[in-house]
């Protein structure tokens, strides 16, 4: 049981840091700057950052749940 809950750790930890190095900065430098102008008329662009963020948060509860089942077994 304990050798499960290990390696569906790692994995859910090696996909936390995947899905949160796939996402774009809140500001990335001179291109963010210029692109902020655009976004103020044309809008923000919502695609792969908003699945990103979704996927971040669901392997951080899991990530967080498979710590505590850790913790107690």
Do not use: H, P, R
């Not at 050798?3 to 809140?26: E, H, M, R």
């Not at 291109?31 to 990103?52: P, R, T, V, Y």
């Amino acid at each position: 049981m304990k050798v499960l809950l290990v390696i569906l750790q790692v994995l859910v930890s090696l996909g936390l840091i995947a899905s949160v190095l796939l996402q774009s900065g809140k500001s990335a430098g001179v291109s963010g700057a210029i692109a902020g102008g655009a976004e103020a008329f044309f809008g923000k662009k919502k695609g792969l950052d908003d699945l990103f963020s979704k996927i971040s948060t669901i392997l951080a509860g899991a990530f967080l749940v498979l710590t505590l089942l850790l913790s107690i077994v």
